[in-house]
C-alpha cells in the first residue's frame, strides 16, 4: 500500500458550515466526524460502561462510517501480536496513512496488566497524531466484549483512519466474533515441532486470510510455514473465498522483519476483495447480518434483566419446577418483546 494508493482521506469535518449542534448526540456526532481524538476515546470509555444513551449517536456514526480499512490480528497469547501490531503501525505509517488500534483483551478484566504492556509497547507511537491507540478489557460491559468492540469500531469507522487495526487473542467465541468485524483477518501462529499446528487445533483457520508465523528467529519456523503452506493446499484451512489462497508470511516482530511484506500481503487481499465485487459483496453483507444478529442478542439479554420485569421470578421458577417448559416461555416472551 503506498501513500498514492490511499483510498481514504485524512479526517476532516465533513460538513462544512458547521452549526450549533442541537443536544448531545448531535455534538457527539459532530466531534467524531471533526477527527476530536479525545472525544472518541471518552466514547468509547462511555461504550464499554455499556451506556444505553448512546444509541443515537452510534446509528448517525454508523451510517457514515465504512471507509475505513479494518484489519484483525488474532492468535495465541505470546505469540507477538501486540508487538507486530506496533511495527505494522510503524509500516503503515511510513507509506502516509493514519492508522488507528483496538487491542481487545478480554484476559485483564480488572488490573489491566496485560493492556498496559500493550500500550508500554506502542508508546513510540504515543505522540504521533496520525496513530490511535486503544484497549479495551472486559470490565463486564453489558452485552459483552464483542459488541462493545464493535460499537467501538463504529466510532472509529466514521473518523476515517486509514487503516483500523483489531488486535484480539484467539482463543474463544468471543474473540472470533470480535474478528468477523474485520475486512482483512491475520492469523498468527508461533514455530512448533511437532506434527500439527496451533490453528488446526484451535479451530478457526476458516477466518484467517493471510497466516503468520511470528518469531523466525525460532529453528522450528520453517517447518511450521511449510506445514501452514501444505494445510492451506489441502484445503484444510477452509477460506469461504475459494479465489484465495491465503498467503503464508514469516515474521520476527521485534526485528520488524517480514512486516513490510506482510503489510503488501495485506494490501493485496485488499485488492483482490476490490477486484471480485461477488466476494466483497458477500463479504459487506455477512458482517452488516453479524451485526444485526450481534445486537439482537444483545437488545434481547438486556430484555431479560431482573429489572426489566418481563421474565419474572415465577415463570423462571415454573419452568425449574417443570410446571411450564423453556419451549413456552421462551416463545411467549418473543411475542411480548416489542
Ligand atoms: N524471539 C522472538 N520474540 C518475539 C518476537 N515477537 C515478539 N516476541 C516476544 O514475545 C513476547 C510476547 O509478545 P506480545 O507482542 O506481547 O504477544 P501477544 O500476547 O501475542 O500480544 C514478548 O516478550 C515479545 O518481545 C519475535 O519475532 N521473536
Ligand atoms: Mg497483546
Redesign the pocket.
Known amino acids: 500500500m503506498t501513500a498514492a494508493r490511499r483510498i481514504v482521506p485524512p479526517a476532516s469535518p465533513a460538513s462544512p458550515a458547521p452549526r450549533a449542534p442541537a443536544n448531545e448526540a448531535d455534538a457527539l456526532v459532530a466531534a467524531v466526524r471533526a477527527g476530536d481524538v479525545r472525544c472518541c476515546a471518552r466514547l468509547i470509555t462511555r461504550i464499554e460502561r455499556g451506556e444505553a444513551a448512546l444509541v443515537e449517536p452510534l446509528q448517525a456514526l454508523y451510517r457514515i462510517g465504512g471507509r475505513s480499512r479494518i484489519v484483525g490480528v488474532t ?10 501490531v506496533s511495527q505494522l503501525v510503524a509500516v503503515w505509517r511510513k507509506r502516509g496513512l493514519r492508522v488507528a488500534v483496538l487491542a481487545v483483551d478480554p484476559s485483564s478484566p480488572f488490573s489491566g496488566g496485560a493492556v498496559l ?2 500500550r508500554l ?1 506502542m508508546m513510540e507511537h504515543g505522540c504521533d497524531s496520525g496513530v490511535f491507540i486503544r484497549s479495551m478489557a472486559s470490565r463486564g460491559q453489558l452485552g459483552g466484549l464483542a459488541k462493545a468492540a464493535g460499537d467501538a469500531l463504529t466510532v472509529l469507522d466514521a473518523m476515517s483512519w486509514d487503516i483500523i487495526l483489531i ?1 484480539t ?1 484467539g482463543v474463544g467465541q468471543n474473540e472470533t466474533d470480535v474478528m468477523r468485524h474485520a475486512s482483512v483477518v491475520v492469523l ?1 501462529q508461533t514455530p512448533m515441532g511437532g506434527d500439527d499446528v496451533q490453528a488446526a487445533k484451535a479451530g478457526i483457520t476458516e477466518i484467517g486470510d493471510i497466516f503468520v508465523v ?5 529453528p522450528a519456523a520453517d517447518h511450521t510455514v511449510r506445514q501452514l503452506e501444505e494445510m492451506i493446499v489441502m484445503g484444510l484451512c477452509l477460506h469461504p473465498d475459494k479465489t484465495w489462497k491465503p498467503p503464508v508470511v514469516k ?5 520488524g522483519d517480514g512486516v513490510a511484506e506482510l503489510a503488501d500481503r495485506i494490501d493485496e487481499r485488499f485488492a483482490h476483495l476490490a477486484q471480485l465485487p461477488d466476494a466483497g459483496r458477500s463479504q459487506l453483507r455477512e458482517r452488516a447480518r453479524h451485526r444485526v444478529a450481534e445486537l439482537l442478542h444483545h437488545m434481547v439479554e438486556q430484555r431479560l434483566r431482573p429489572d426489566d420485569g418481563l421474565l419474572s421470578d415465577e415463570s423462571i421458577d415454573a419452568v425449574a419446577d417443570r410446571l411450564s417448559d423453556p419451549y413456552a416461555l421462551a416463545a411467549s416472551l418473543l411475542a411480548r418483546m416489542d
Open positions: 492468535g495465541p497469547p505470546g505469540a507477538g501480536k501486540s508487538t507486530l504492556g500493550d509497547r488486535e487473542v498468527l511470528n518469531k523466525a528467529d525460532h515474521t520476527r516482530a521485534i526485528e
